[in-house]
């Protein structure tokens, strides 16, 4: 990850939140090298420090501020000259960020990555820069699928575009790619489309070109991701586009496996669970954001659904693949949620046997519908709610884990240490799904191994190589 050249100005990226910021640090890392920037792992041996903000939720962004108080605090005992803030809660908050933060040298937005590499060079050179002024991104995109379909121009107020210049920062075998930036949705709760913008698709060449950069590259397994995978297409003219382009992704050379992850309930077509499903090379994988089982809940966060649908939903997948992995989030205690919305959820995730639940309190989120909402739960309220749902989830999933045992399982290795081998089987997702732990060594990272499992310890697999 390093040049052999000390006189270039070295930078290390710091990363926070989702995947899709994984791949925005991989984008700027790039244009930064392209730019004569040396990239450094260790932030205390940079010359600056950017940190890639999370702005999504409450502790999220403390996360991100205690980051950023970190990094600075290297410039009083290290080489490093400046902390630059980038990312969600950068675009999110601007100069509210940089006003309350004075210890950040720079708050930057998304429509100064273009110029990553002159920003950083004059923030270390001493020059102040105006902090970035934030805009609902909503705003910037008056654009018909038609008039998408017909340019190859850059889309205005997104992150990346359309072929972005891109190094890798992470080794491992799993590389996320990116099909689109933004969402169209409204969510009652969610603030996303406000500073991520509207939904753009990258264009199918694109995202192709950069899978036989990713597998040129070392990675076995595609991790796409998007605010809202089921979307793909729709701003160019094809809705079905996700269906065509995934056998063509599975069959890059040195791919392995491709994974879709995010995928609105209320969008998720049969075509596209068939696609997911029985596509050689696609893992039967579905990341659903149920975020609740109530009707009357779903209503309010503006959304879609109710029990009966999304075990409809979850039979469909179970026909095609019946041992497909099945991981959501959900959000409890949610303004007018009552016990009976309560039981009504925890009945359904009872009812829908998934692999992974996350479960989320409802916090107010600075400009959305749901802060202006009437009945509110207090706080205690809240976490209590959340921490019995919480309780029912783990029991859930383990349960879930138990019954693979005497499965077969396709685990891609992801890392060998002590003698430890530790990976993930199909239904397993990168970071947040749990591991499958291979008991007899023998194995390489990198490698893809049939294996059957033998044991269970929470969400974690224990697996024997066939």
């Not at 937005?109 to 050179?125: E, Q, S, W």
Request: aromatic letters at 6%; charged letters at 25%; one cysteine or more.
């Amino acid at each position: 990850m390093t040049t052999d050249a000390p006189d270039l100005l070295s930078v290390a990226m710091v990363t926070l939140g989702c995947a899709r910021n994984e791949v925005d640090s991989e984008e700027l890392a790039g244009r930064l090298a392209a730019d004569g920037f040396r990239l450094v792992a260790d932030p205390s041996e940079a010359d600056t420090v950017v940190v890639n903000t999370c702005g999504f939720v409450e502790s999220a962004k403390k996360d991100s501020v205690d980051t950023l108080l970190e990094a600075a605090d290297l410039k009083s005992s290290g080489r490093t000259q400046a902390v630059v803030a980038v990312g969600c809660l950068a675009e999110r908050y601007g100069k509210e960020l940089a006003d309350s933060l004075p210890e950040a040298d720079a708050v930057l937005g998304f429509d100064d990555y273009p110029d990553i590499a002159d920003r950083l060079r004059a923030v270390v050179a001493g020059e102040t820069l105006p902090a970035h002024t934030p805009q609902d991104r909503r705003l910037l995109l008056p654009i018909t699928p038609v008039e998408r379909s017909l340019s190859t121009a850059p889309v205005p107020g997104h992150a990346s575009g359309p072929a972005s210049v891109r190094r890798r920062l992470d080794a491992g075998p799993t590389a996320a790619l990116k099909l689109a930036s933004g969402c169209d949705r409204r969510c009652s709760f969610c603030a996303i489309p406000a500073f991520r913008g509207s939904f753009v698709s990258r264009r199918p060449s694109d995202v192709l070109q950069e899978a036989r950069w990713l597998a040129g590259e070392g990675a076995r397994e595609l991790f796409l991701v998007s605010e809202n995978s089921t979307s793909y297409g729709k701003d160019l003219g094809d809705l079905r586009l996700l269906e065509t382009l995934l056998p063509e992704l599975a069959a890059v050379d040195g791919v392995d496996r491709v994974r879709v992850s995010y995928l609105q309930p209320a969008e998720t077509r049969p075509g596209l669970v068939e696609a997911i499903a029985t596509t050689p090379g696609v893992t039967p994988y579905f990341d659903l954001s149920f975020q609740h089982a109530s009707a009357t809940v779903l209503r309010r966060m503006r959304r879609f659904g109710d029990p009966d649908s999304f075990l409809g939903l979850l039979d469909q997948v179970r026909s095609f693949a019946p041992e497909a992995g099945v991981r959501s989030n959900v959000i409890v205690g949610f303004p007018g949620e009552t016990e009976d919305d309560l039981q009504t959820l925890c009945d359904f995730l009872v009812a829908a046997r998934m692999d992974v639940t996350g479960v989320f309190g409802y916090s107010d989120e600075d400009g959305t519908e749901a802060a202006s909402y009437d009945g509110k739960l207090d706080d205690d309220e809240i976490r209590a709610r959340a921490e019995h749902v919480g309780a029912l989830v783990e029991e859930l999933t383990s349960q879930r884990a138990a019954e693979r045992v005497g499965e077969t399982v396709q685990v891609l290795v992801e890392s060998v240490s002590g003698g430890t081998v530790e990976g993930r089987a199909a239904h397993q997702g990168p970071e947040v799904d749990g591991s499958t732990y291979i008991v007899d060594g023998g194995v390489g990272v990198g490698d893809l191994v049939e294996a059957e499992v033998i044991g269970s310890e929470g969400v974690d697999l224990y697996a024997r190589v066939l």
